[in-house]
């Protein structure tokens, strides 16, 4: 089984999120990482760039397939994780660390209240 951090929040779309104030760290999660398979490109918004809740904020693509992103959170790329977009192999390595995509300033924090626990995420993705 996959452990999940217990500061994160999770989107049943294999999203995470970190609030730290208003700012808001996304990644993906280790789950969608192992359906995913080998990551071969990732594409992401600009910093400066405008992310509406539940609209994608990029894709990831492995050997696989190709996913959409989609944004947890209204709010402003403030970041983007250019090492991981340079290197997307690098992803798995530590995704809840060095392998976010994302750093977003946050309009309105309470777009996280439906978001899920890491023993909710863990338990959905224990049924798929």
Not at 40 to 57: M, N, P, Y
Not at 76 to 81: A, D, F
């Amino acid at each position: 089984m996959a452990e999940y951090p217990d500061d994160l929040k999770y989107l049943d779309s294999h999203e995470y999120i970190r609030l730290e104030g208003d700012i808001a760290t996304i990644g993906i999660t280790t789950y969608a990482l192992n359906q995913l398979g080998d990551i071969v490109f990732i594409d992401l918004l600009e910093v400066g760039a405008t992310l509406e809740k539940d609209q994608s904020f990029g894709t990831v693509e492995s050997v696989k397939a190709v996913e959409t992103l989609y944004a947890p959170v209204t709010g402003t790329v403030v970041e983007r994780n250019d090492q991981i977009v340079e290197s997307p192999e690098d992803l798995a390595d530590d995704p809840y660390g060095a392998g976010w995509l994302l750093k977003v300033r946050v309009d309105n924090p309470s777009e996280l209240d439906n978001a899920l626990s890491a023993a909710a995420y863990s338990k959905m993705v224990e049924g798929e």
